[in-house]
């Protein structure tokens, strides 16, 4: 399966817990997203890396997130003192970053379930 | 980043064309309009991307009129495999510091037998 990965499925914790998930992208790709996705809502954009750097940040993002992606490959998003609120399924996706551009390959998601 | 509008929701019967629009009236010279697909539990899935006129490939076509104010999404002949909920995003695909691309609510697609 050359798609993009996530690490878990599912998730539970317990309030104020730190939590942890991966992300492996489709490997010729340059940009990586995290998006945040509640139930009947759209996606919400978190975090975007240009390879290695990570460009841009939501104000959504708390200081309780923070996201890596070491050496332009796979990447890490962590939520420390977990909250009731942040409850979601978070996604990953992947894509060139020149031609289709716009064309965002996601993974199947982690859903964070915090008790 | 301009705002999408689309119907909240749609029914259709198998073997249908569905139609759905969305209206961008805020569009950017340089954006793009695409739609995603999504079933519940999974991502969103790619479906097409335009800039103008008509898109088509094997699974839908994007008809994009001359003031791009507006797209709709065609799906031929529906199945019920179609129930999903659709996403009309618009972005610069091309930007040099990336496209963060804003999902709306989507609309939910209900497909009948």
């Known amino acids: 399966d050359t798609g993009v990965s996530q690490d878990p499925r599912h998730k539970i914790t317990k309030r104020g817990q730190n939590v942890t998930f991966r992300c492996d992208p489709i490997?010729?790709?340059?940009?990586l997203y995290w998006y945040r996705q509640t139930l009947g809502q759209g996606p919400e954009f978190l975090t975007y890396f240009q390879n290695e750097a990570q460009l841009e940040k939501s104000r959504l993002l708390s200081d309780r997130f923070s996201a890596e992606r070491p050496k332009g490959s796979f990447s890490t998003l962590e939520i420390q003192r977990t909250e009731q609120g942040d409850s979601a399924m978070y996604l990953c996706a992947s894509s060139f970053d020149w031609g289709e551009g716009g064309k965002l390959f996601f993974g199947s998601g982690t859903q964070l379930s915090v008790l | 980043l301009a705002k999408t509008t689309q119907p909240i929701s749609m029914d259709s019967y198998e073997g249908q064309e569905v139609n759905i629009t969305c209206s961008h009236n805020?569009?950017?010279?340089?954006?793009?309009i695409t739609w995603y697909q999504q079933f519940p539990s999974q991502g969103p899935r790619f479906i097409i991307q335009g800039y103008k006129t008509k898109v088509t490939n094997e699974v839908a076509s994007l008809f994009i009129p001359a003031d791009r104010k507006s797209s709709t999404l065609s799906l031929p002949r529906v199945s019920l495999s179609d129930t999903a909920v659709y996403y009309c995003l618009v972005g610069d695909s091309h930007m040099e510091y990336g496209n963060k691309l804003v999902f709306g609510a989507g609309t939910i697609l209900r497909v009948k037998s």
């Open positions: 805020n569009i950017a010279t340089n954006d793009y």
């Open positions: 490997s010729e790709h340059n940009r």
